[in-house]
């Protein structure tokens, strides 16, 4: 059981990127999943979450309206749209899960991925 992050890279400031989060496991259909991200020298921060069926999603107050989580139908597949990136986004970008979608939107998930760079130049 394992979560696979991806889809990070460089882009300039007003770029967009999709990170991808893929879940082995059929558990995860029932889980709350969300992302992270941690800059160099600061702390892990919350991102977005999304709950097991898509009905429910929650932001970062810092990526409102410029970043959009969902998942796939098999709900095994959680992806972030970034639009707009500004260099302040540049980070390393974690995805989490758990039963409890507000466990997630706290940082205390079961699962945690390797993580996937995300660089904004100006």
């Known amino acids: 059981v394992q979560l696979q992050a991806s889809g990070g890279g460089l882009v300039r400031a007003g770029g967009s990127l999709r990170l991808s989060c893929a879940a082995s496991g059929n558990i995860f259909n029932a889980y709350g999943m969300g992302w992270f991200r941690q800059a160099p020298g600061k702390e892990r921060e919350f991102v977005a979450a999304?709950?097991?069926?898509?009905?429910?999603?929650y932001y970062a107050d810092s990526v409102k309206g410029r970043f959009t989580i969902s998942r796939d139908s098999a709900k095994t597949t959680v992806y972030l749209q970034m639009n707009s990136l500004k260099p302040e986004d540049t980070a390393v970008y974690y995805c989490?899960?758990?039963?409890?979608?507000?466990?997630?939107?706290?940082?205390?998930?079961?699962?945690w991925g390797q993580g996937t760079q995300v660089t904004v130049s100006s």
């Open positions: 999304i709950s097991w069926s898509a009905g429910s999603t």
């Open positions: 989490t899960a758990h039963r409890s979608t507000s466990t997630v939107v706290r940082g205390a998930g079961d699962f």
